[in-house]
């Protein structure tokens, strides 16, 4: 690993930078169990990454958000460590996100955006120093070329509003399509198809190299993976590699919160005014039909058990639905079962976990089948008619359709949340628990201001 730092971020005049290129995966032995946490730790900078960028913040907030995640998920006692981490965590996640098109763009643009906030703020001097590393070929203008230019440069940095400091002085001649993100913005001086980059900009010159490095990687990467990794490793890293890019990080509810139990007298309106739509959909269909299919028994029983449904009262309640359709005893005999198991009171005795949006969104619902999160598996027009029974108002409306379309479904469900709510939820709705919990709390807490 050391040789890997050193052949990454130490120049020729000798700066060191904690930020490696990922150039090429490192020589080194890693634990199994740190090859998964690593991982884990970086793909939640990742993931908050993804919300923030989704979340449409500015760029001022996206480097704010982006250094905090970095800060709080790659943190470690040891600097030497922090850049191990980094670089096994950056191939772990090659390895996971390499292997469908979806997911390479996916994790091409996040580690890019990553990238490119780490960058921004190193010293000129390490920036140069990772400059001179990815062997650009283009060099620093000379003296006599920044004399016959001067002019017009500083005219153009004090059009985007800044000042050349002696730093800034310092100038790149690169062909304008290398730096269209610039170009577009009109922040830099063209002459003869060159475009004059100052210091402070030359991130976007880094950004597209390493955008274009690691999106070939990642072909490469998935190439090794299908035609021998996946084999190889069959038994061991491929389980853990292919539940990575499913994998739900966010806390664990398969117990009910603190304090917090339902009884089956207030589930009715506890269902109308706390569930998220795939909950309130699954319930009202079991009310109707008398009846869900296991993928629906499944997702709402283990959501039930998280919110706080005893085992007496949720074999109950299930009871009661499937007995008008197929008789109690057939219910005991066929049905019982699956209510204890999903317990841990049958089987393997596994205390089972409520299912978070990931895998709801992942899930496919064939016909018959009512399970699955409605922002993705519903047509629009169904949609549309579910949240305006939820109470959502035009305008919000629009803006959950947005997000739909855009396939940020999470989003949708969050925006759904602010709506009905008249509250922010600013961690965004991760898992139908966290929404049920997030839900009770306000109203607890509007309840308790109402009744002083
Ligand atoms: Fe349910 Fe999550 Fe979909 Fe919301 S985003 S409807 S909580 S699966």
New binding site residues.
């Given amino acids: 690993m050391e040789a890997v730092r050193k052949s990454s971020s130490v120049s020729n005049n000798g700066v060191v930078s904690k930020l490696p290129l990922y150039r090429s995966a490192p020589p080194l032995e890693v634990r199994l169990e740190d090859f998964e946490l690593y991982a884990i730790d970086r793909l939640r900078v990742l993931k908050g990454i993804s919300d923030g960028l989704s979340r449409g913040k500015k760029p001022d907030e996206m480097a704010k958000l982006v250094l905090d995640l970095w800060k709080t998920n790659m943190k470690n006692q040891h600097s030497s460590e922090v850049v191990n981490k980094d670089i096994i965590s950056h191939f772990v996640l090659r390895l996971v996100y390499c292997r469908t098109e979806e997911l390479r763009k996916w994790f091409l643009s996040m580690e890019t955006t990553l990238f490119r906030y780490r960058f921004r703020v190193e010293t000129t001097e390490v920036q140069r120093a990772l400059m001179a590393e990815f062997d650009l070929p283009y060099k620093a203008v000379s003296n006599a070329e920044y004399e016959s230019v001067k002019d017009k440069l500083n005219q153009v940095m004090r059009a985007i509003g800044q000042s050349t400091t002696s730093t800034d002085a310092i100038f790149y001649k690169v062909p304008f399509e290398e730096v269209p993100e610039l170009v577009a913005g009109r922040k830099v001086f063209i002459q003869k198809g060159n475009a004059y980059i100052a210091m402070n900009q030359v991130v976007s010159l880094v950004i597209t190299q390493f955008r274009s490095h690691l999106s070939k990687a990642l072909v490469l990467t998935n190439r090794k993976w299908t035609s021998m990794i996946r084999e190889q490793e069959k038994d061991r890293l491929a389980p853990i590699i292919e539940a990575l890019s499913t994998s739900y990080l966010g806390p664990d509810y398969s117990q009910p919160r603190e304090h917090a139990e339902i009884s089956l007298k207030d589930i009715d309106q506890i269902a109308k005014s706390s569930f998220?739509?795939?909950?309130r959909h699954l319930f009202q269909k079991l009310r109707e039909d008398h009846h869900l299919k296991h993928g629906g028994r499944m997702q709402l029983g283990l959501f039930l058990k998280g919110v706080g449904l005893k085992l007496d009262d949720a074999l109950a309640f299930w009871r009661a639905e499937f007995s008008r359709k197929v008789g109690a005893e057939r219910f005991d005999k066929e049905y019982a079962y699956g209510i204890r198991h999903n317990y841990g009171k049958e089987g393997k005795r596994t205390d089972y976990t409520p299912y978070s949006?990931q895998k709801?969104?992942s899930s496919a619902p064939g016909v018959g089948d009512h399970h699955g999160?409605?922002?993705?598996h519903f047509s629009e027009e169904n949609l549309r008619a579910a949240l305006t029974r939820m109470g959502v108002g035009s305008r919000p409306l629009e803006d959950v359709m947005d997000k739909v379309r855009n396939r940020h479904?999470?989003l949708?469900?969050t925006l759904t949340f602010e709506a009905v709510h008249g509250s922010s939820c600013d961690a965004g709705?991760n898992?139908?628990n966290q929404?049920y919990n997030d839900s009770q709390r306000i109203l607890e807490s509007k309840k308790s201001s109402s009744n002083p």
């Fill in positions: 998220p739509l795939c909950m949006c709801i969104i999160c409605p922002y993705r479904y999470q949708a469900c709705v898992h139908p929404y």
